[in-house]
């Protein structure tokens, strides 16, 4: 693994900075129960709106829950929603442009006319209008009851696969007409090593950094679609209910209730903007950090 | 005389243009690429095809490797319609028609390694994979590059050697019949005088038949034994490389020629070994073929 060392080491400063806030993240989400001093749920009236201070470093809301234990929990719905979607729209949105660039003709016409109707609606419009009608509860579909969150997990990803359609198009359009891939079709390749060992690798850092982009956005959407009410359901905290629950708090005083999620926002978007720039370069075989990639 | 490898029919390649309506209402009249193209090529033959750009020279080599069928007309490799065999995409006629790419920068995927790149070749010929990596390197040593390319990736590569790189990658395929679309155009004089000097070795010592598609007359004259000129899609004369240049029927054919600088494209003598970097044009130095192993170093310490 000499060739991953040689690469990391070229990551500066900015890339590291934006893996470290991921982590803290990502380490907040997966081990919530074990950082956060409260649970928090539980209401005790008697220490609503406390600034924050030793004990509840983060201060408390309108329920006397703290602050810091629902920020610390509440990363958990934004990056199910973040991650998961862009998982989502990568597997589609790859797949469909990598079809429709290499196939050409015919199909190619269908795949990226379907992606521009989709993409013709803005992202938040049809998220917000999709979970409108469908409402909050559990969605069934045959025997699967898709609760709320995975409903706006796939929902948010079959929104992102355009946007992914689209990248990954550009880029293929460009890369199929390429003599090396030419040069395996002399030889014979099989059309599906083509796609994936030509074409695909040639498209990824475009894919890489729009994948970084769009998580920052599905987390913005998370919060948007919990902040008008139908995303994650009260009491469980999200950082787009927490600011939803804050509006008022701007204008009594108690500015720890909207700074705090918006902060955890704020950090994630721009830890996966920076995070997304250093892998871009990892996988640009020109870069300094292209051994990752031989 | 023998059954030609290679014969194009009759064979003309069009496109449509215009919009759908331009095209339902027959107002655009298709793009003729290539019109009417009647060939043979023999095994042993090194056949140069010149021509102004837009002649048709590389889709005809388009058409005849199988990457693009015709519209009309008929090739035959070794007899067989190539248009019935490319029904089969990975069939073994694959293997028998190989092509050199003009842009050596585009010729080369840029994340695939030297040796990932012709493993991965053999590995289509059916080479089995512990015999791979020793047939990438002589492959490398063939074309005059040492083994220490293997683990580069094509940008760490200068054009001369992505351009050996990719003319290893089509012989590891050890076709019948190689493509050449304007293999040194994009080079410097030096390196062209390298190429063009391999693939004159690789013709004598591999039996390889070759089509060397160009502009540059001069290069056709010291490697070619047939010459094609083509314009507009077609192809306006052909015969014994040297007949055509030193007495052309065609008018066209001597606009070519004149149109090269005096002193290239009438010259009898051959280009002095002083000005190759890698000896006489016509006697090659020795090679790795001839003396089993040899490096970069073998080669500079002999010029």
Redesign the interface.
């Known amino acids: 693994m000499n060739h991953w060392s040689q690469a990391l080491r070229a990551v500066d400063w900015t890339g590291w900075l934006g893996a470290a806030f991921v982590v803290l993240m990502l380490g907040s989400a997966v081990f919530a129960p074990f950082i956060a001093p409260f649970d928090p749920i539980e209401v005790r009236l008697e220490d609503r709106l406390a600034a924050p201070d030793a004990v509840h470093w983060l201060g408390t809301d309108q329920a006397g829950r703290d602050v810091f234990s629902r920020v610390i929990y509440g990363a958990r719905a934004s990056l199910t929603v973040g991650i998961g979607a862009v998982v989502i729209g990568a597997l589609i949105g790859v797949s469909a442009g990598l079809f429709a660039a290499y196939k050409g003709g015919l199909g190619d016409q269908l795949v990226m006319r379907i992606i521009d109707g989709i993409a013709a609606i803005p992202l938040l419009v049809w998220a917000i209008a999709i979970v409108g009608i469908l409402g909050v509860g559990p969605v069934q579909i045959g025997p699967v009851a898709l609760p709320n969150e995975a409903k706006i997990v796939l929902l948010v990803g079959v929104l992102f696969s355009p946007v992914f359609g689209r990248v990954t198009y550009a880029v293929a359009q460009r890369v199929v007409r390429a003599d090396f891939v030419k040069a395996r079709l002399l030889q014979g390749a099989r059309h599906r090593d083509i796609v994936l060992g030509d074409i695909l690798p040639n498209c990824l850092s475009p894919i890489i950094v729009q994948a970084t982009l769009l998580v920052a956005i599905g987390i913005v959407i998370e919060a948007s679609v919990s902040f008008v009410g139908l995303g994650v359901q009260p009491p469980s905290p999200s950082w787009g209910t927490m600011l939803s629950d804050a509006r008022s708090a701007i204008y009594s005083g108690e500015w720890w209730l909207p700074v705090f999620p918006g902060l955890a926002i704020s950090l994630t978007v721009v830890g996966f903007n920076l995070l997304g720039d250093a892998v871009r370069d990892l996988f640009d075989p020109r870069s300094e950090a292209r051994t990752l990639v031989a | 005389m023998s059954e030609p490898l290679l014969s194009l029919q009759g064979v003309s390649k069009s496109y449509p243009r215009g919009g759908f309506l331009d095209r339902m209402l027959a107002r655009a009249k298709p793009f003729v690429a290539l019109d009417n193209v009647s060939l043979d090529i023999h095994r042993g033959d090194v056949v140069g095809i010149v021509g102004e750009s837009g002649s048709g020279k590389s889709t005809l080599a388009s058409l005849a490797?199988?990457?693009i069928a015709p519209t009309a007309g008929q090739i035959l490799l070794d007899g067989a319609d190539l248009t019935e065999l490319m029904r089969d995409?990975?069939?073994p006629w694959?293997?028998r028609?190989?092509?050199a790419?003009?842009?050596s920068s585009?010729?080369?995927?840029?994340?695939?390694?030297v040796e990932l790149c012709l493993a991965?070749?053999l590995a289509?010929?059916g080479v089995a994979r512990a015999a791979r990596r020793a047939e990438a390197h002589g492959l490398l040593a063939l074309v005059g590059l040492g083994v220490e390319l293997a683990?580069r990736?094509p940008?760490e590569l200068s054009g001369g050697q992505r351009q050996r790189v990719?003319l290893a990658?089509?012989l590891a395929?050890q076709p019948d019949i190689l493509f050449a679309d304007e293999p040194v155009s994009a080079l410097d004089v030096s390196l062209q005088a390298q190429v063009v000097n391999l693939l004159a070795r690789l013709t004598r010592e591999l039996g390889l038949t070759l089509v060397f598609i160009s502009h540059d007359l001069a290069l056709v004259r010291t490697l070619c034994s047939r010459l094609i000129v083509m314009r507009n899609g077609a192809i306006v004369e052909q015969g014994a490389c040297r007949d055509v240049l030193d007495n052309p029927q065609h008018a066209y054919t001597r606009l070519l020629i004149s149109a090269v600088p005096k002193g290239l494209a009438g010259r009898k003598d051959r280009p002095s070994s002083q000005n190759s970097l890698r000896g006489d044009v016509f006697e090659p130095p020795p090679t790795a073929v001839d003396h089993g192993v040899f490096t970069v170093q073998d080669l500079v310490e002999r010029t």
Request: proline fraction near 6%; charge should be positive.
């Open positions: 490797v199988g990457l995409h990975a069939g694959r293997r028609v190989q092509m790419f003009q842009d585009s010729a080369l995927n840029p994340r695939k390694t991965e070749t289509l010929r683990p990736l940008h990719g990658r089509a395929m």
